[in-house]
């Protein structure tokens, strides 16, 4: 993943497979969005992507 510069400073956001590590425990509904769900629906990558979105009910 690319690294992004903030006005924080800089900030590289974890890779695919660590963020799914990470949510797979939480015991409460969870998923990916965005440009990366669509791609994992139609089984390849178009771009590379800047982010990960991890959506989960409100009330979660």
Known sequence: ???TETPWG???PAPLAEVVELFRGLGTPWWI???YAIELEVGHAYREHAD???DLLRHD
């Open 1 to 3: 993943m690319p690294r």
């Open 33 to 35: 969005a965005g440009g």
């Open 10 to 12: 800089p900030w590289e």
């Open 52 to 54: 990960i979105d991890v």
